[in-house]
């Protein structure tokens, strides 16, 4: 009798143990599950504002749903405040003020514009928004393809433009904006890259774990990395497309990347072809570049910087747009293909 | 005449419990691979005008579709052999006509005067395994 209470106490011990190591096990099993959990799927939808296509992806575990109907309120917000084709947007309330009156700004006009201005200041003019007239003379401005009027200004039209263009025209004191000159604001790509940003922020402002992506017509804004934790894949565009649509991959899971290219919006005269990137100094399309790529920290300089870098020289895009945390890749009309350094670590996928 | 000491050692060891213990554990460690999300290819294509869902037509379903909006004609799509394509349009440039078949299931038309969208359903987006997600342009 004595004998079997031995046996099952030495019994029990063991099974004491093993249930512990099977409570470990168990744990560590829970901990890896959750570590490696199944993602949420992606939510995509698309939609045309900013006269662009718009695609938004974002996964949550909160209310994706929620994210994505708040992400077009504040897109809609924006086109309706800022879009030049909005009679009673802010923009065109701006450009109606007769020149030299002060206009008050509100506080995100006010930090658009001095963004903006900043940049002008920082390319020499490369990037400008007082482009307006000009933009006007080549008929750019039109919004839609049916209602897509370009044509060749004549030298007497572009000089007129060119005559009431320009950012240093444009001067803010305080809070109030003074226009000169006649002089018009096109923010055209700037707010597209606004919007972009704004987008992650409302995403990232009500889930700081969600993750996902805003294209607004091949300005991307990363919300967050692919599935948590891989990159997102972005292919360039190959400008002229033969056998190839692509030339190119970004691998990004933060910040933002934009392209600018002759090919966006043009027309042909002759043969020769004429596009919506203006040079401000000759009042012509630019023509060093054909397609400009930029991955910069927030859309908003990647969209402005891809514009400038249009109306750059090579080596001033080398040295200038590292400074500000930018890499670029610029394409020439031989199909030559230029890269800022730090460009290579966007071209390999880092875990 | 109790049998082999070390089976009757073995069987007093693990209990019908442990048993069910262990097989638990095993369960739940392969739970999460079993969850994996699949690749699913679209089935359906979506028409959206004015961002409203217009059309939603089977990939089986071949033949040529109107996309009729306002009392309007605004572009036909056809879809043949799983790809889809816009064939007429009415809008002034036909950018939507010179899309070509959406190639990716994640690729989609746009035709920005017609206000409208064309795209798989679902859209199987991002993949996992798949070449590139986004494009700049």
New interface residues.
């Given amino acids: 009798m004595q004998q079997r209470d031995k046996n099952d106490l030495v ?1 029990l011990s ?2 004491t143990w ?2 512990t190591y ?1 409570l470990i ?2 744990l560590l ?2 901990g ?2 959750f570590v ?4 949420p ?2 939510e ?1 939808e ?3 504002l900013l ?3 718009i ?1 938004v ?1 974002v996964s949550s575990q909160k209310n994706p749903s929620a994210i994505l109907d708040a992400i077009w309120r504040e897109m809609r917000r924006i086109e309706a405040k800022y879009s030049s084709h909005v009679s009673q947007s802010e923009v065109s309330r701006i450009n109606a003020f007769a020149p030299g009156k002060a206009v008050p700004l509100d506080e995100e006009t006010l930090f658009l514009f001095e963004r903006a201005l900043e940049w002008s200041r920082v390319t020499a003019g490369a990037f400008d928004i007082a482009l307006g007239n000009l933009v006007s003379a080549w008929g750019f401005d039109r919004v ?3 209602d ?1 009027s370009a044509r060749v200004p004549t030298q007497a039209e572009l000089e007129a433009a060119l005559s009431s263009s320009g950012w240093q025209l444009v001067e803010i004191s305080g809070q109030q904006l003074f226009l000169q000159g006649g002089v018009q604001l096109d923010l055209g790509a700037f707010v597209k890259g606004y919007a972009v940003d704004r987008a992650v922020q409302v995403a990232k402002g009500l889930d700081p774990e969600c993750t996902g ?1 805003v ?1 607004a ?4 804004g990363i919300i967050g990395p ?2 948590g934790g891989a990159n ?6 190959n400008p002229r497309p033969t056998s190839q649509d ?1 030339f190119e ?2 691998f990004l899971n933060q910040g933002a ?3 600018s ?1 002759d090919y ?1 919006r043009f027309f042909l005269v002759e043969g020769k072809r004429y596009h919506h990137i203006l040079d401000p100094f000759s009042g012509y399309p630019s023509t060093r570049w054909i397609s400009v ?1 930029v991955i910069a920290p927030s859309a908003l300089d990647a969209d402005a910087l891809a514009t400038a870098a249009f109306n750059m020289e090579r080596e001033q895009v080398m040295q200038l747009f590292p400074r500000f945390g930018a890499q670029a890749l610029l394409v020439d009309s031989q199909g030559d293909v230029y890269k800022t350094p730090g460009w290579a670590f966007f071209s390999e996928d880092h875990p | 005449m109790t049998g082999h000491p070390e089976r009757s050692r073995t069987i ?2 693990f ?1 019908p419990g ?1 048993i069910f ?2 097989m ?2 095993l369960f ?2 392969l ?2 691979l079993l ?3 699949g690749e699913a290819s679209p089935s359906q294509v979506e028409v ?1 005008v004015e ?1 409203q869902l217009l059309l939603l037509l089977s990939l089986d379903q071949e033949g040529t579709f109107p996309v009729r909006y306002d009392g309007e004609e605004r572009m036909q799509i056809q879809i043949q052999r799983g790809t889809v394509r816009v064939t007429q349009s009415a ?3 036909k ?1 939507c006509m010179q899309h070509g078949p959406l190639s990716h299931p ?1 690729d ?1 038309i ?1 035709c ?2 017609g ?1 409208i ?1 064309v ?1 798989f359903r ?2 199987s ?2 993949s ?1 395994q ?8």
């Fill in positions: 019994r063991r099974r093993f249930l099977a096990g168990f099993v829970l890896a599950a490696f959990r199944k993602p799927p992606y995509v698309d939609r045309l006269g662009t296509h695609r992806a839609s393809e049916s897509f992506y294209d017509g091949g300005d991307i692919k599935f997102w894949v972005v292919q360039v565009q692509f991959a970004a990347i934009a392209t290219g966006e790529t | 007093a060891f209990r442990d213990v262990g638990a554990v739940f460690a739970l999460p969850a994996r999300p959206w961002g809008c002034p440039q950018l994640w989609v746009v920005l005067p206000k969208l795209r679902p859209p987006h991002p996992f798949g070449e590139f997600d986004l494009v700049t342009r």
